[in-house]
């Protein structure tokens, strides 16, 4: 069977139809990010439709807030869904919880129709019927015991005047007793066996609805050509199918993405803050950089160019070249794809995404400690909120340090030092220039210099800077080891004369002066 159920739907003019369910439970996963952006892909290559639809039927694990979370990561990923009537006007998602009232006339439909029946029976009973079967090594399985008394036993406790809220029971799908098969896109064929397996509860006995009824009719309702979910849903499939047909439905047709593991080669938990979506968004992985390694989690490109912007992936994406074996996350890739889209970007956007990160650290208000005077003119101006646009100084500290940073949480510890002067470390100041006295007369006669520097560009510093050293007897790098460390505060640091030129003589002088004058340096 199923040769026929091929990548693109059947019928002439039927676009392809896919939803992404994702529950409110708490950060969304790297998976549940991973799932998402195949879906999108494969319905933007097909030009199809797109649609998030929020599984929040279990209110009590939703968490407040993830949704709207949820939303705004995606979005940040530039993942952008289609339709979705129920909240926030075009583009909000598809909502389960509002659409209850759908899926309860189904279920009345399936009770009424035959294959769904109210169970009564306490867990008093199911617990030792479990119990026996396990220690008889088969597995667990309800024993249908309210099948055939269902109707029988409801009708009784009507006339008895005993109405059903007084009355616990859940419904359950009566499985057919037999076996099917369909095709998996990604895993292909798969053949299922329902003859031995347990009637799956469709609603709890407080009347809350499971996930699959509210799945099932929604895909249904919602014209769904194609489940594309994680390969946790693979045991899941059979009875989904049956609840399709139970409903005299055609099922969509499935693909099981691969799971994604850690370096130890288990799956990535839900609780693994790494693997959370807003976190690596938050430790200053770009969105570009983030969806290109996401896109690899389970699928290669066919030419092996793994470098791919979100266009070049929709362009490229192709379901049969999804592989089944497990995804490995792994951060050295995903930190260099972030260096690839960092050093792609000019430097007035990236200093606009690095904003954040300066802000927070209290780089960029006026009122930090010790402000240098690039930023000078911001408190005088009593701008406290900071800047939403880079100033062009801010811009050039970029340029300069592009190469360096991995992410961009990493701004401000890069960029620190043209912001604010940097705290002196005296120990490292003398690691290897000339010792404590030499070493102030030095950096006082570098600072005269280049009081009288005729302009402050790169080339006349380093001419200047060179010509000082010879003239003082010592080596260059003995020399610019001094000014770097004087006006940056670190080892290593972008080229020398470009950072002097991007601070400016005034930064530059009063830094030199503050490390001449430092005690421990002039004595
Ligand atoms: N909310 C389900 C999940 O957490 C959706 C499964 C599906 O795609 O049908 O994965
Ligand atoms: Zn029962």
Redesign the pocket.
Known sequence: MAEHRSITPDSPGTSIRV?????PTGDAHIG?AR?TLFNYLFARHYGGAFILRL?DTDRRREKPGAADALYRDLRRLGLDWDEGPDIGGPSGPYVQSVRTSIYGEYLDRLLASGPAYRCYCESARLAPLKADQVARGEPPRYDRRCLARAERERAGRERAGLDHAGTPYVVRLCLPAESGAYHDLVYGDRRYDLRHADDPILTRSDGSLL?DLA?VVDDHLMAITH?L??D??LSTTPIHIALFHALGWEPPVFGHLPQIVGQDRRKLAKRDGSAALGGLLRAGYLPEALVNFLALLGWSPPDGDEVLTLSELVARFDLRRVQRSPALFDTTKLDWLNGVYTRRLAPADLATRCLPYLRTAGLLDGTSANPDVSHAENAAAGDVDAPDVPDVRLERAVALSQDRLRRLDEAPDLLGFFLRAPDLDRELLLERGPAAPEAAALLAAARAALTEAADFTAPTLETMLRELAATHGYSTSQLFWLVRVAVTGRRAAPPLFDVLAALGRENVLARLDRAAEAPGVAS
Do not use: E, F, K
């Open positions: 939803r992404m369910a994702p529950s549940t799932t599984d996930y799945s489940v979910r994680g946790g849903w």
